[in-house]
């Protein structure tokens, strides 16, 4: 996972490999909401799964259920709900996964 964007890694690459630029996070969404670490992601729709925050008096919806968008949270007041147990996969700036090479052409 990373909070910032800039990353210079590989043009091409797939998802989740060495040197991609966009890497899988799976999370489980729950009933009783389940918080998403800390940083910025594409949520991809999924069935029965919402995205809620805490605005300081309440806990809203921003994301409706069976939808995506673009999720930034700040590891404490972002949340997966499911309306049943749900395991959702977000992407993010690739945040760990090494480079196989240097300057590869």
Do not use: R
């Amino acid at each position: 996972m990373a909070l910032g964007l800039n990353k210079i890694l590989v043009a091409g690459a797939n998802t989740n490999v060495a040197s991609a630029y966009l890497q899988t996070v799976t999370l489980s969404a729950t009933t009783a909401g389940n918080v998403v670490p800390a940083g910025t992601y594409l949520a991809l729709p999924t069935a029965n799964v919402s995205y809620t925050a805490n605005n300081g008096t309440s806990v809203v919806a921003f994301i409706a259920a069976n939808t995506g968008g673009v999720l930034i949270s700040d590891g404490i007041n972002v949340f997966a709900n499911a309306s049943t147990n749900a395991t959702v996969t977000l992407l993010t700036v690739n945040g760990g996964q090494a480079a196989n090479t240097t300057f590869a052409s």
